[in-house]
């Protein structure tokens, strides 16, 4: 039986919990946020996050590894990513290295059988290269297991992603089968670049990480930049969302709008009438079309 150690959590019981946790490391969540976190420890189930780039996905899983002081083990995907970086390998380098030590002990002396061992021991633990999965199960402790943008990995080691999710052990046929003893909490994150399999998507609880309402954004702006006034937060909040509902190229994140804010702080703006807000509007926007349509937004909104 492999124990779910974040069921008892101090810091994950109840959903107010969870979300104060959470704000104590800088990450300011919704209330579906916390609340799937919350049901995720109890339930012990994955978490799937989707939503837009920068939205705060990543972010989620450093932000609980943090609160509870667990170790962070984090699976980066990317196309070609296979079963030799996302669960272990033999340290080939070193299994010949061992052979090449061992035949020269052996060579000259007449010893009986001295051949056969060589490389006998070549498949113990000490050849193994744990890699991200492997290590999460065989973590003594509690971990957060971070399996970062997920869409990006090909179906085949979905699978092997899902196999493990689902029984968290592993055969490795030299060193026999290994069993998690405590289970980590597992995020996913995906940008929704390809539809992920049924099957992986029914084990885990699905959570969408919109952009933020403006009341979490003025938040989140609040207690990330020290020293912004009400008023200038206000107007950028507003500004962005209103940049959200436009037809653009790419809409700003929460990582944009704090880029921008830090910014305009730095230049010593205090409002957005300021005649020097249109050159910084790079900061927010990444295509030059969206930054025509900001500026237009700009000139044409009223922020009395
Ligand atoms: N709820 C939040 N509270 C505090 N900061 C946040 C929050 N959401 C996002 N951020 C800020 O936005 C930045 C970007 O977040 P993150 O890297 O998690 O985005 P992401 O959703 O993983 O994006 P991508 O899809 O591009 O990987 C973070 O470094 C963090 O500073
Ligand atoms: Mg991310």
């Given at each position: 039986m492999i124990r779910n150690d974040w069921r008892d959590h101090e810091r994950l019981q109840g959903i107010e919990v969870v979300a104060d946790s959470l704000r104590t490391v800088g990450y300011l969540p919704s209330r579906q946020i916390a609340t799937t976190v919350y049901l995720a420890a109890r339930l012990a189930k994955p978490i799937l996050v989707e939503g837009p780039a920068g939205t705060g996905k990543t972010e989620l899983a450093k932000a609980v590894a943090s609160f509870a002081q667990a170790e962070l083990i984090r699976l980066q995907c990317y196309e070609g990513l296979d079963e030799s970086k996302a669960l272990y390998e033999w340290n080939y380098r070193k299994q010949l290295l061992r052979i090449q030590a061992d035949?020269?002990?052996?060579?000259?002396?007449?010893?009986?059988?001295?051949?056969?061992?060589?490389?006998?021991?070549?498949?113990?633990?000490?050849?193994?290269?744990?890699?991200?999965?492997?290590?999460?199960?065989r973590s003594r402790e509690s971990s957060v297991l971070l399996v970062d943008e997920v869409d990006r990995m090909e179906v085949?080691?979905?699978?092997?992603?899902?196999?493990?999710?689902?029984?968290?052990?592993?055969?490795?046929?030299?060193?026999?089968?290994?069993?998690?003893?405590?289970?980590p909490l597992v995020f996913l994150t995906s940008n929704g670049t390809r539809d992920l399999s049924e099957a992986l998507k029914r084990r885990c609880l699905f959570l969408y990480i919109d952009y933020p309402t403006q009341e979490r954004e003025l938040e989140i702006l609040s207690a990330k930049v020290p020293g912004l006034n009400s008023k200038l937060a206000k107007q950028i909040v507003g500004f962005v969302a209103g940049l959200r509902s436009l037809d653009l190229k790419k809409s700003p994140s929460i990582s944009e709008s704090l880029d921008w804010t830090r910014a305009l702080l730095e230049m010593g703006i205090v409002t957005l009438e300021d005649s020097s807000v249109p050159d910084t509007l790079h900061l927010l926007l990444k295509y030059r079309t969206d930054v025509e349509a900001g500026i237009k937004e700009l000139t044409s909104s009223d922020r009395g």
């Open positions: 035949g020269a002990a052996v060579e000259g002396l007449e010893q009986k059988g001295g051949w056969s061992k060589v490389g006998q021991d070549i498949f113990d633990e000490e050849f193994l290269l744990e890699r991200p999965l492997l290590h999460a199960i085949e080691t979905e699978a092997l992603l899902l196999e493990i999710l689902s029984d968290f052990q592993v055969s490795v046929p030299e060193l026999g089968t290994i069993v998690a003893e405590s289970l």
